[in-house]
């Protein structure tokens, strides 16, 4: 009897593995990637990555004065980082501004500097900041 209860729970541990790989057990493809990635190659590139952010500033932009505030904004950019993409210091990022920043974004989370931004790379916190700007 003992015999049996261990073969039983030697094939039942076993099972899982040698069941095949589900789409579900497979890493998933970041939602950020597949939103922006309009060539379907996995990776994003700059000027992905700008159509996207352009259509972003767009639905933000409520007021219709061709800016963003920080009620607009949403959090998207701290008090340093729009300081710092706002030149004329008037409060406000215009849509070349945004895309300014959007641009050095994703120079910061393209270390490898190949023109492109994986998943990987989209996980670090440069990526992370970047994504913000395309959500």
Do not use: H
């Amino acid at each position: 009897m003992t015999f049996n209860r261990t073969l039983l729970l030697a094939a039942l541990l076993a099972a899982p593995l040698a069941l095949p790989v589900s789409a579900e057990a497979k890493p998933k493809t970041d939602r950020t990637i597949a939103a922006v990635d309009t060539d379907s190659d996995g990776t994003i590139d700059l000027a992905e990555v700008k159509a996207a952010a352009g259509a972003v500033f767009d639905k933000l932009e409520k007021d219709a004065d061709g800016t963003l505030d920080t009620k607009e904004l949403q959090g998207r950019v701290s008090r340093k980082d729009m300081k710092q993409a706002d030149p004329d210091n008037d409060g406000t990022l215009d849509k070349n501004e945004y895309l300014a920043l959007v641009e050095a974004r994703f120079k910061l989370a393209d270390p490898d500097n190949d023109g492109t931004i994986d998943a990987k790379e989209l996980r670090t916190p440069a990526g992370k900041a970047l994504a913000r700007l395309l959500k």
